[in-house]
């Protein structure tokens, strides 16, 4: 069983955008300036990343409690409040999708 690759964003000082990029740089074992055409798709292709980062901003002194999953460049990625990315492998167990109910 494998943990999640997490890329977490204290006191907002990477935006939530970001923080997917440098987690799917970490999974894919790049360096995080790799991570766009040709290679890989634009993060605004799956999801709109100044919007994702507005709702996650925690300077307007209102905390979200939002959770947002989202697939970019074949891993299933989860943002919850504080900025926090996990990047799984759709086929993991550990997925989000790919838990198995008993």
């Given at each position: ?78 943002v ?12 993991s ?10």
């Amino acid at each position: 069983m494998s943990a999640p690759d997490e890329t977490s964003t204290p006191d907002g000082e990477v935006p939530p955008s970001q923080a997917i990029i440098e987690a799917v740089a970490e999974r894919e074992g790049v360096d995080v300036t790799e991570i766009e055409p040709p290679a890989y798709d634009p993060l605004f292709t799956v999801v709109n990343p100044e919007a994702l980062d507005e709702l996650f901003d925690t300077t307007t002194g209102t905390a979200s409690n939002a959770v947002v999953e989202l697939e970019y460049e074949g891993y299933e990625i989860v943002v919850r409040s504080h900025g926090d990315v996990d990047v799984f492998d759709p086929s993991s167990p550990d997925s989000p999708n790919g838990r198995i109910e008993e």
